[in-house]
């Protein structure tokens, strides 16, 4: 199950070109990659913190194509990292947590 879509990542990147989709269709499956790799766990699209991590590095990626590398760009990374680090603390599904 995918984390986001192209159409709401269309909307997110405030409609960039249709010859782009395929391109885009690339970079929302490596973003998806880079969250299970990163995380170890698999989400879907009900969780809005692993959503917006999903469009956040798309946007990245995509706007920064000629620099893509394995990492997020410098002026994403903290963002990254503090997305990163919640999702991987998350308890698992149906576990209790105290506040």
Known sequence: MMIIDLP???KWLR?????????????????????????G???DSTNNQARLFCLVL???WYENRELIGIKP???VRFSIQSMLLQLQNLPDE???TSV
């Open 8 to 10: 709401l990542t269309r």
């Open 73 to 75: 760009s410098d002026k």
């Open 41 to 43: 766990r698999v989400f």
């Open 15 to 39: 409609e960039p070109p249709e010859e782009d989709d395929e391109i885009l269709n690339l970079i929302i499956g490596a973003a998806e990659a880079y969250l299970k790799n990163a995380t």
């Open 58 to 60: 798309v946007t990245d």
């Open 94 to 96: 149906g576990e209790v």
